[in-house]
Structure formats: structure tokens, C-alpha cells
């Protein structure tokens, strides 16, 4: 089965750094697309980030120049660094992967969920 699991949320304020980190488990790990999203309370989940098994990245509008999206391979683990952050960034923050072809950058199209870790700007 696959099984994701995120950490390093937390509490920064604003102009800070923080780096989360999603443990992947139970499919071959660089084979295929994985992304960070985030959901704020009352808003719908959006895509921060996505990697391809080539280590191409996709990034959203509000996160371009601040944030990056990497990969270990040899620990199977990927990583958000999230640099100059902003009260908009609030946000429960979920890793998800693709096994299928392509690499989207809408939460519909990824099948495989992490549990999240909020991370909270003020």
C-alpha cells in the first residue's frame, strides 16, 4: 500500500523559513509525480508544487521564488522548502503522489494522500 507521511509543520512568523518532509513508502519512489498542496480553512485544496521522476518542478503563482519542491531518492522522501513566508501561507499542508502518467497540478488528479501538517504564518 502506499503510505505518505508529512512533517515538519509548524508556527513562523512572517519573513521565515521552514521545511517539510514526506516519508513515501509502498510504490517505487522516483517513478513517478509528486506534489504539495495546501487547503486553508473555508478555501479549496490548491497545488504549491509538483515533481517529476526527471526532477523538473511545476510551481504555483503564489509560491514561485519562495518555495521548493526536491526529492531524496535514496531516502524516498520529499521535501518542501518554504523560504519568505506570508500569513497566506497558513495552511494544512498534504503531500500526494501520481502513479499514472503525467504530472498534474490539480488535487483531483492525485490518488494518494498524506495525513498533512499545518503550518501557521503570523
Known amino acids: 500500500d502506499v503510505q505518505l507521511v508529512e512533517s515538519g509543520g509548524g508556527s513562523v512568523q512572517a519573513g521565515g523559513s521552514l521545511r517539510l518532509s514526506c516519508a513515501a513508502s509502498g510504490y517505487t519512489f522516483r517513478s513517478y509525480c509528486m506534489g504539495w498542496f495546501r487547503q486553508a480553512p473555508g478555501k479549496e485544496r490548491e497545488g504549491v508544487a509538483v515533481?517529476?521522476?526527471?526532477?523538473?518542478?511545476t510551481y504555483g503563482d503564489s509560491v514561485k521564488g519562495r518555495f521548493t519542491i526536491s526529492q531524496d531518492n535514496a531516502k524516498n522522501t520529499l521535501y518542501l522548502q518554504m523560504n519568505s513566508q506570508k500569513p497566506g501561507d497558513s495552511a494544512m499542508y498534504y503531500c500526494?503522489?501520481?502513479?499514472?502518467?503525467?504530472?498534474?497540478?490539480?488535487?483531483?488528479?492525485?490518488?494518494?494522500w498524506g495525513q498533512g501538517t499545518q503550518v501557521t504564518v503570523s
Open positions: 515533481i517529476v521522476r526527471d526532477g523538473s518542478a
Open positions: 500526494a503522489v501520481r502513479l499514472n502518467s503525467g504530472c498534474p497540478t490539480l488535487a483531483k488528479d492525485f490518488p494518494f
